[in-house]
């Protein structure tokens, strides 16, 4: 198990955010989290992260939990190598260099380990901050729309990536995305965030890969965005 989570309130300024949250992340699967706006998606991906520890229920996380964030945040004085660098626990010099050097190829930036953050591409920041999450050897994965400001044939190859990297490694993932047909095409369950409850849950009975315009995928999608309240709407004439 990665993460568990029983019965999380937390509040802002006295109005309820989370409210008695139940949530399970197993090592080999990925959870999606869906929902409007303000429904409690990012607030709930970091308490796991261990960024917001005033709330109440029981919060477990085995091993590492690292985040992935919409933006890199890389910093832009510190070359790529040594920017994943800082996501070594240890920072040991010669063994965070190594790590960081091989969770670079990993994720396809060999021949940037010496590039500035500020020359690369949206798609090879990105790597770079997976390759940082992925320095640490997290059992937990969290990913806080990752791929939401990528064009889509990036947006694609990442989701390639990614999918490919949860294989190899084996971590839980969490995953809040916006993106009703990226929760289904990378997810294993899906739940539905509604005025920080979870509301509904439904899982995704395909085997991987999954393609966005492969009619059975498409009935999950058009399931979760009715239960999102989105439903196809007629031009007027």
């Known amino acids: 198990m990665s993460a568990d989570v029983r019965d999380l309130v937390k509040r802002f300024d006295g109005r309820v955010v989370l409210d008695g ?10 959870v999606a989290l869906v929902g409007r706006s303000g429904s409690g998606k990012s607030t709930l991906l970091r308490v796991l992260a261990g960024l917001s520890d005033d709330h109440t229920g029981e919060v477990t996380v085995d091993g590492t939990p690292t985040v992935v964030f919409q933006e890199p945040r890389l910093i832009p004085w510190l070359t790529v190598t040594r920017n994943v660098e800082l996501g070594d626990p240890q920072r040991r010099k010669r063994s965070a260099t190594a790590g960081a050097r091989r969770v670079l190829g990993e994720v396809g930036l060999q021949h940037r380990l010496d590039a500035w953050p500020l020359t690369l591409s949206g798609g090879e920041a990105q790597r770079a901050a997976l390759a940082r999450a992925l320095v640490a050897e997290p059992t937990l994965l969290l990913l806080d729309e990752p791929f939401g400001a990528l064009d889509a044939l990036t947006r694609l190859s990442m989701h390639d990536l990614l999918l490919r990297l ?69 031009p007027q004439p």
Do not use: M
Not at 21 to 30: A, F, N, P, Q, S
Not at 182 to 200: F, N, T, W
């Open 166 to 234: 949860f294989v190899e490694h084996g971590f839980g993932v969490l995953l809040v995305t916006h993106d009703v047909a990226e929760a289904v095409v990378l997810a294993d369950r899906v739940l539905v965030l509604e005025d920080g409850r979870i509301a509904h849950r439904v899982d995704i009975d395909l085997p991987r890969p999954r393609g966005h315009a492969s009619p059975d995928a498409a009935v999950y999608t058009t399931r979760l965005l009715e239960l999102l309240g989105v439903t196809d709407r007629q």
């Open 21 to 30: 949250i139940d949530l399970t992340v197993r090592r080999g699967e990925i």
